[in-house]
């Protein structure tokens, strides 16, 4: 896949969540997510591309993957994806990755600080084990996540990092 030209971003945030530079499974969780929420689970184009995701194992996966949506369907606090089709992730997309990223590579602890914030004040625990048995399905696929990514803080109205300082 070609690698798009860094010189079309104007911030490191834009490169760190451009949709382009995603892997397979990466690419497959936003697009699934954003998918099934525009249009509905059922939709054609899911099926036909879970084929694609699970191989053999495609029942399986559409199984995890109603699980997963259960499961945040039950969280507390709104999760933000952009449409379908849209270049750039959004905050929560990025934790979503980074979510299944821990729970493929076995960071329970990584996996279950990112399910605990996607969840707010819900359980975190259905979160990370519905995340570890999709992210599972995927790889007995040979669809793998790369290393937890990097989540770059948004940028205050300066343009520089935000930082947090305690107040007393």
Known sequence: MPQPNTDDYTTPDQASRDIRNLSYAEHFIVWVMRTAVACAPECRMIHREFSHAFG????????A????????????????LARPGHIYLTHDELSLVAL???????D????????????????????GAAAAELSGLLAR????????PEVI????????????????
């Open 56 to 63: 053999p194992h495609v029942d399986a996966g559409a199984k």
């Open 65 to 80: 993957f109603e699980r997963v949506l259960l499961v945040l369907s039950r969280g507390t606090r709104p999760i933000t």
């Open 100 to 106: 299944f990223s821990a729970a493929q590579t076995g």
């Open 108 to 127: 329970e602890a990584r996996c279950l600080a990112h399910a605990r914030w996607m969840m707010g004040q819900a359980a975190p625990e259905p979160l």
């Open 141 to 148: 696929n040979s669809r793998t996540f790369r290393r937890v």
């Open 153 to 168: 803080p948004p940028e205050s109205c300066s343009g520089v990092p935000v930082t947090l300082h305690a107040v007393s």
